[in-house]
C-alpha cells in the first residue's frame, strides 16, 4: 500500500459526459501528479501540483482541469468526454517539487467512456 | 523531450532463472535520473529500483539490478532467482533534474510485459 488512494477505481460513463477524478497524496506529501496510462500511448504525464499551486503541465487537453485543495487532497476534471479518454488514470504523491522526491503512485481510476 | 524505448514488448523467463529488460534512452542532459518500475495485475506500480546518473556503481535491489552504461545511454534491468510473483509490466523511466515545461515529470517507456513459467 502506497498511501495514496484515489476514487472511484472504476467509473463508466457516456461521451459529452463529466467526470472527476479525487487523489488523497500520502500523509505530508505536497506534490500531486496526474497521468494517463492508454494503451496506445502509454503513460503520458498530464500536470503537476505543489501545495495548491499548479507547477507543469504535460500532455493535457483543454477539456481536462485540476486543482490541488488546502488539505491537499486533488482532482481531476474530464469533461466533454470522447470514447478516446478511456484509459487508467492514475495519482503520484511526492513530498517534494524537485527530482530527488520518490513518487509513490495509487492504483489509479479505471474510467471507460462508452 | 527524452525518449525513453524499451524494444522488448514481452520477455519470458522460467522460475528460478534470471532475465534481463532494455531500456535505452535518449538525452542531452549528463544528470538524471532513471528508475524501473513494476505494474503487477493489481495496476499500482511499484519503484523496483532507482539510478543516480552521476553515481558510476550499479543500483542493486535484493534481486533486482541495474546496468547503467552513461555513454552508450543504456539502463537494464536483471531479475535474478525469478519467482512467480515478478510477472508484471514493468516500466522504465527517465527523470531530468533540469527544470522543463513538464517539471520534474517523469518520462515513462511503452513497458516490457514479463512472464514467468513454473
Known amino acids: 500500500d502506497s498511501g495514496v488512494t484515489q476514487t472511484p477505481k472504476h467509473l463508466i460513463t457516456a461521451t459529452g459526459q463529466r467526470v472527476t477524478l479525487r487523489c488523497s497524496p500520502r500523509?505530508?506529501?505536497?506534490?500531486v501528479y496526474w497521468y494517463q496510462q492508454s494503451l496506445d500511448q502509454g503513460l503520458q504525464f498530464l500536470i503537476h501540483y505543489y501545495n495548491g499551486e499548479e507547477r507543469a503541465k504535460g500532455n493535457i487537453l483543454e477539456r481536462f482541469s485540476a486543482q490541488q485543495f488546502p488539505d491537499l487532497h486533488s482532482e481531476l476534471n474530464l469533461s466533454s468526454l470522447e470514447l478516446g479518454d478511456s484509459a487508467l488514470y492514475f495519482c503520484a504523491s511526492s513530498p517534494s517539487s524537485g527530482p530527488t522526491g520518490e513518487l509513490f503512485f495509487g492504483e489509479g481510476s479505471r474510467l471507460t467512456v462508452l | 523531450a527524452q525518449t525513453v524505448t524499451q524494444s522488448q514488448p514481452e520477455m519470458s523467463v522460467q522460475e528460478a532463472e534470471t532475465v534481463t529488460l532494455s531500456c535505452t534512452y535518449d538525452t542531452s542532459e549528463s544528470d538524471y535520473y532513471l528508475f524501473w518500475y513494476k505494474q503487477p495485475p493489481s495496476r499500482q506500480m511499484i519503484l523496483v529500483i532507482r539510478?543516480?546518473?552521476?553515481?558510476?556503481q550499479n543500483a542493486t535491489e535484493n534481486r533486482f539490478s541495474v546496468n547503467f552504461q552513461k555513454a552508450a545511454k543504456s539502463f537494464s534491468l536483471k531479475i535474478s532467482d525469478s519467482q512467480l510473483g515478478d510477472a508484471a509490466m514493468y516500466f522504465c523511466?527517465?527523470?531530468?533534474?533540469?527544470?522543463?515545461?513538464?517539471?520534474?515529470?517523469?518520462?515513462f517507456g511503452k513497458g516490457t510485459s514479463l512472464l514467468v513459467t513454473p
Open positions: 523511466a527517465y527523470r531530468s533534474s533540469l527544470w522543463s515545461n513538464s517539471g520534474y515529470a517523469l518520462n
Open positions: 539510478q543516480e546518473a552521476y553515481k558510476q
Open positions: 500523509s505530508g506529501d505536497l506534490s
